[in-house]
């Protein structure tokens, strides 16, 4: 195993802009603006930031001057930019991170323009748009033990994230976030209101099954779809890439740090706190009768344990945990957490929203996967 680890963090920044490059008529051609939000995940040498500990800070106040240039401005006026798409925002701030800001091995850049709209460039330079739908349905699980909530009638308010690889390397403009409205309307339809258990292909409704069946039924029509994702409650889902299966579960643990390496004066140094906020990822093969990898339930069974050694605890009193930094504490718990669940592959922890630690089982290259 050669576990893989990245350093997060995120800029926001509130800009105008006008995209003259999509269709005539199109409301994205008329002077609008967002709230956009922008991430960077690295893999950063050891010695990288001015102390062991401090990459999440660091890293933090990079983005933050590499994205201030956009903030309250007009995004068709900024300097190489071009035609400001999502797409081209997310390979500007890499550029300008790249080359201004000294940040080496970037693995991902993320850039959300609405609350359901973004794009995800990858290592390869690919990028991913991706769009959230929302559909309101009931299903029972038919096959749980006897006694397992899911197996009554029940409802979530789901959400889809569709993810699609544009892979038009350089060049301005490629799908359109309509396109892909367009062909996810008709299963809105089909889904929305209704009982899933009743829909052919979705006799045993969980997560897993739903993000299978939508990647048959859209694939077809959107060749450049890369993953589906799958919400079925605000805290887990699975993913589904027309081969692998991968689920999280997320949870918030509200604990007290301090960074041992941390300048002298720094307030780092000192005991702080934060609601972390952690996903556990796992990656399993399909059980053929349940319909899933491994029980949402049973993970946080099984995760207890680990996750009360951290609750609500002085982290820094615990000798089996290196530092109170975003990558230490991940580090931690991916070892702790493979003990009781060996299909655990990730562990994000983040201390604010985009700003903390990923580290991976295994050097697989694609399992940065978005969610
Ligand atoms: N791997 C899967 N496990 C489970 C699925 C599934 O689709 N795939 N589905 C269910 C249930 O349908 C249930 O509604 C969701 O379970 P759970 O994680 O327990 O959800 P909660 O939001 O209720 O969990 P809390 O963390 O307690 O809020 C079960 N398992």
Redesign the pocket.
């Known amino acids: 195993m050669s576990p893989r680890s990245f350093h997060s963090a995120s800029a926001g920044f509130e800009a105008a802009l006008h995209v003259d490059l999509l269709p005539e008529g199109h409301r994205s051609r008329r002077l609008h603006g967002h709230s956009f939000f922008a991430t960077v995940r690295a893999e950063l040498p050891a010695g990288w930031a001015p102390f062991a500990g401090g990459e999440v800070a660091e890293l933090q106040r990079r983005m933050e001057a590499c994205c201030a240039p956009l903030d309250y401005a007009l995004l068709n006026a900024v300097e190489g930019l071009g035609a400001p798409t999502d797409e081209n925002i997310a390979r500007w701030i890499r550029r300008r991170l790249e080359a201004e800001f000294g940040v080496p091995g970037i693995e991902q850049v993320g850039v959300q323009s609405t609350a359901h709209t973004g794009v995800d460039l990858d290592r390869a330079g690919h990028a991913h748009l991706w769009r959230r739908y929302r559909f309101q349905a009931a299903?029972r699980?038919p096959n749980v033990p006897a006694g397992h909530?899911?197996g009554r009638m029940?409802g979530?308010g789901f959400e889809v994230i569709l993810h699609a690889d544009q892979d038009i390397g350089e060049r301005a403009y490629g799908l359109d976030y309509d396109r892909i409205d367009d062909i996810w309307a008709p299963l809105h339809f089909e889904l929305n209101y209704q009982c899933l258990n009743e829909i052919a292909g979705l006799e045993n409704p969980?997560?897993?099954v739903i993000s299978a069946w939508l990647w048959r039924r859209l694939k077809p029509l959107l060749p450049e779809l890369s993953w589906v994702t799958v919400y079925?409650?605000g805290?887990?889902g699975?993913n589904f890439d027309g081969q692998n299966y991968r689920?999280w579960?997320e949870m918030t643990f509200d604990s007290a740090i301090r960074l041992k390496h941390a300048p002298e004066g720094s307030p780092l140094r000192g005991i702080h706190g934060y609601t972390w906020a952690l996903r556990l990822h796992l990656n399993a093969p399909l059980d053929a009768v349940m319909g899933?990898?491994?029980?949402?339930?049973d993970v946080?069974t099984l995760f207890d344990p680990v996750f009360k050694a951290i609750d609500h605890r002085p982290l820094f009193e615990n000798t089996a945990i290196d530092d109170g930094d975003a990558l230490s504490l991940a580090r931690w718990v991916l070892a702790e957490g493979r003990a009781v669940l060996p299909q655990l592959d990730r562990i994000d922890v983040y201390e604010t929203r985009g700003n903390g630690a990923i580290v991976l089982a295994s050097a697989r290259a694609d399992e940065l996967v978005p969610v």
């Open positions: 299903h699980l909530k899911c029940h979530h969980t997560s897993e079925e409650t805290s887990c699975a689920i579960k899933w990898t491994v029980d949402f339930g946080k």
